[in-house]
């Protein structure tokens, strides 16, 4: 399904920082990762992946580092900080909170059956 | 700390460029524009920066090159043109764009990796590629994304640079800016001073018509050989006249007056000398009656010619030969008096004082003080020829009645007014005109200004045309605005003038130094008044010659006066006051250094006459060892007294009985 790239704007960044948050990844695995996690229901726009893996690398929330791989070609592997950890708890609790203040609007139609 | 080595190249390049502008500022200005100095390292420092860049870029090249096709080779044509399209588009340092480029390169290489055919490869390629979106919207963002990357001393730097890069910007700019000017010369100050000088418009009051015929038929005096006595320490190595022995006497061939002018009275001639001066003058006799006829004229003023009509540069070819005609005047009235007719001599005194009138008031500086120089040697030939013929009762009289009109008429106090024309005028040359009295110097004209000024029409080579322009950008830079500059020239114009108009007896009450405070405070005020340094006349010395010139001729004045009343009453007066008291005398003379009248003291031998001088001091008339050995009144000693009378040692000769004095011929 499409979202409306505004409604999938600010969860972004929370997404990718829980996906790292169980592992280093690179670019297309973490891709991969968002795609199969959410049942293909949330997908990253290519174009939006990498520039938003460098504005959370600027803000220290994750760090790159290149890796060798088997392959022989040289990958950037991220992985959360601590600063990242605590922006993702903050950011897991706010929505929490916005879940359960949308459900109480929506009479509990947001909840998947 | 470890320094990076490229850091250490661009240092090196500013240590360069900061030697080479101290150097190039030492050679223009002596190390008193700091301008070149950092113009020197700002141009190292972005020197070495460009040349940091270019050895950067040619290893980035390298590498990225050598990423390139490690990164790329693997993957289709379509995806590989894509990548490189992207990383085109960030525009952004070489090593941050390989690593987004291997990013790219191994996500696709990834993506594609399970593609078992060629046409699923391509179309999962293509299908990519359209995800990933605008190429060039890709590109900006991934830039925006690695530039909040880069650490804070990046950042600084990169904008150090961009403000360092604008201010050159700026610099070049505002060089231009003030390069573009155009002067607006609106007034003529050459025409201005001629007018000033004739106060009347009739042609034939002028004496300038009449001097250009003196000067005209002016015949140059003979040559002689002379022997002189030079102080060895003087001569220069070089020179030509330089003996082997110190004690040894040069042999010269110089002007007839040259050779003779340590001899101050034309008895003191030997028969050549006299000889060749009697030829001399009777060569010029036709000279010496025009120059007593332009004597006679009330005003002289001269049409001047400068090039441009820039007011410095106004060509006064007439002055050397008034000075040559005054000498020529002098010896025609000593030998005269020597051949007894002493009226005729009197005369010539006259007309060579009535000249000096003639130079001064609102005219230049130079002008002014060759006009003092004539009126001064005049006074001290009447003094030599006073001291050695004697003048019958009635042409004394005359002689102090003339003497007295002329003194009461002429004294002028230096006049600053044409002198600060030349300031008016090369502001008004070399500024802009912004409309309400501001403007900038424009470096162009400057160079054109001094050209003119130095007379210098040849052409400059390139390189020495740039220096020259470049040393006119770098005094525009630092000078100051028109309306300071006005201001500050109008300043010291003013000063000067308060100052001329005292006494050196005032200043030193009032604890004023012109001379050292002038200088003192031209090394001191800001650099970018450098045209006042250039063009400010000198002041103290100047104003005390107009003083000392009045003085003299009033000694003379006082001189006749006593010398009359010995005649009448046998003996020379007890003081000043009895000239008064026996109407011989309208006023006493007063002395510019003391403010009171000179000091006169009756002698054994007649009387003495003195200033106290330069020095303030009364030495009860000793005078200084080389004012003793040559008087000369326009140029007082510094120390001791200024001795009017008598002259030299000895009786004045004046007062011997006639038949000794014949047996001086």
């Not at chain 2, 320094?3 to 200005?29: C, N, S």
């Not at chain 2, 003779?260 to 050549?272: H, M, V």
């Not at chain 2, 025009?290 to 001269?302: N, S, V």
Request: net charge positive; proline share 4%; glycine share 6%.
């Amino acid at each position: 399904m499409k979202f409306e790239s505004q409604l999938l704007k600010g969860i972004a960044p929370a997404v990718v920082l829980e996906i790292l948050s169980r592992g280093k990844m690179y670019g297309y695995e973490l891709s991969e990762a968002i795609e199969q996690r959410s049942s293909n229901i949330l997908t990253l726009g290519k174009g939006t992946l990498y520039p938003l893996l460098y504005n959370l690398e600027a803000k220290k929330l994750i760090k790159g580092k290149w890796e060798a791989a088997d392959s022989g070609r040289e990958r950037r592997y991220y992985s959360i900080t601590g600063k990242g950890k605590d922006q993702l708890a903050r950011q897991k609790a706010q929505l929490k909170e916005l879940t359960a203040g949308l459900n109480l609007i929506f009479g509990g139609a947001l909840t998947p059956a | 700390m470890k320094i990076k080595i490229p850091v250490l190249r661009i240092m090196m390049a500013a240590a360069i460029g900061l030697a080479a502008g101290a150097a190039l500022e030492f050679a223009a200005f002596g190390l008193s524009f700091p301008i070149l100095i950092i113009g020197g390292l700002l141009v190292g420092t972005a020197i070495g920066f460009v040349i940091e860049l270019i050895i950067y870029w040619r290893s980035a090249r390298r590498r990225l090159a050598q990423t390139r096709r490690l990164n790329l080779e693997r993957l289709p044509v379509n995806v590989a043109d894509f990548i490189k399209l992207v990383i085109k588009k960030m525009r952004y340092r070489r090593k941050v764009r390989a690593d987004v480029m291997a990013e790219l390169a191994a996500h696709f290489e990834d993506a594609l990796k399970d593609c078992k055919t060629d046409e699923e490869r391509d179309q999962r390629a293509r299908d990519l590629i359209a995800d990933f979106g605008d190429v060039k919207l890709l590109g900006v963002l991934l830039r925006r994304a690695k530039k909040r990357c880069r650490p804070l001393w990046r950042t600084v730097v990169a904008r150090t640079f961009q403000m360092i890069g604008a201010l050159i910007l700026c610099f070049v700019l505002y060089c231009v800016y003030i390069s573009l000017g155009k002067p607006t010369i609106s007034i003529n100050y050459t025409e201005e001073a001629t007018r000033l000088a004739r106060p009347v418009v009739d042609e034939n009051l002028n004496a300038a018509p009449l001097y250009q015929k003196a000067i005209d038929a002016y015949r140059k005096e003979a040559r002689i050989q002379i022997e002189r006595e030079f102080a060895w320490s003087q001569i220069s190595r070089t020179s030509k006249y330089r003996p082997k022995d110190p004690s040894q006497k040069t042999v010269q061939t110089v002007d007839l007056l040259e050779g003779i002018s340590d001899k101050n009275w034309i008895g003191n001639l030997n028969e050549e000398e006299l000889s060749l001066l009697k030829q001399w003058i009777a060569s010029n006799t036709e000279a010496v009656e025009y120059f007593r006829q332009a004597a006679e004229k009330p005003y002289c003023w001269w049409h001047r010619r400068a090039k441009d009509n820039i007011v410095i540069a106004a060509l006064m070819p007439e002055l050397n030969s008034i000075r040559k005609l005054s000498q020529l005047t002098f010896w025609h009235a000593q030998l005269k008096a020597y051949e007894g007719d002493t009226e005729a001599a009197v005369k010539d005194i006259l007309a060579c004082y009535r000249t000096g009138t003639h130079f001064k008031g609102p005219r230049s500086l130079i002008e002014q003080i060759v006009g003092i120089a004539v009126q001064a040697i005049a006074v001290k030939n009447a003094f030599v020829i006073l001291h050695n013929e004697q003048m019958d009762d009635v042409l004394l009289k005359r002689f102090q009645d003339e003497l007295e009109i002329l003194s009461d008429k002429d004294f002028h106090t230096i006049d600053y007014t044409v002198e600060s024309f030349m300031g008016l005028d090369f502001i008004q040359r070399c500024y802009t005109d912004d409309g309400d009295g501001s403007g900038h110097l424009i470096p162009g004209r400057i160079r054109e200004y001094w050209k003119v000024v130095e007379q210098n029409d040849t052409e400059d080579d390139p390189a020495e045309y740039a220096g020259s322009l470049a040393k006119s950008l770098a005094a525009s830079l630092v000078g100051a605005n028109r309306e300071q500059m006005t201001r500050e020239f109008e300043k010291y114009y003013s000063g000067a003038q308060r100052l001329a108009h005292k006494t050196p007896w005032q200043l030193k009450k009032e604890n004023v130094d012109a001379e050292l405070g002038t200088r003192k405070w031209l090394d001191s005020i800001y650099i970018g008044y450098w045209p006042l340094r250039v063009l400010a006349p000198a002041i103290a010395k100047v104003c005390e010659l107009s003083y000392r010139a009045k003085t003299q001729i009033e000694a003379l004045v006082a001189t006749i006066a006593a010398i009359r009343y010995k005649r009448a009453h046998g003996d020379y007066p007890e003081n000043l006051d009895r000239l008064l008291e026996a109407d011989l005398l309208k006023k006493l003379p007063m002395d510019p250094y003391s403010d009171k009248p000179l000091v006169y003291r009756r002698t054994d031998n007649g009387f003495i006459l003195y200033s106290l001088g330069p020095d303030f001091d009364d030495d009860g008339g000793g005078v200084a060892e080389i004012a003793a050995a040559k008087p000369d009144w326009f140029q007082w000693p510094e120390k001791g007294d200024q001795v009017f009378w008598p002259l030299g040692t000895g009786h004045p000769r004046a007062e011997q009985p006639e038949k000794e004095r014949g047996k001086a011929r």
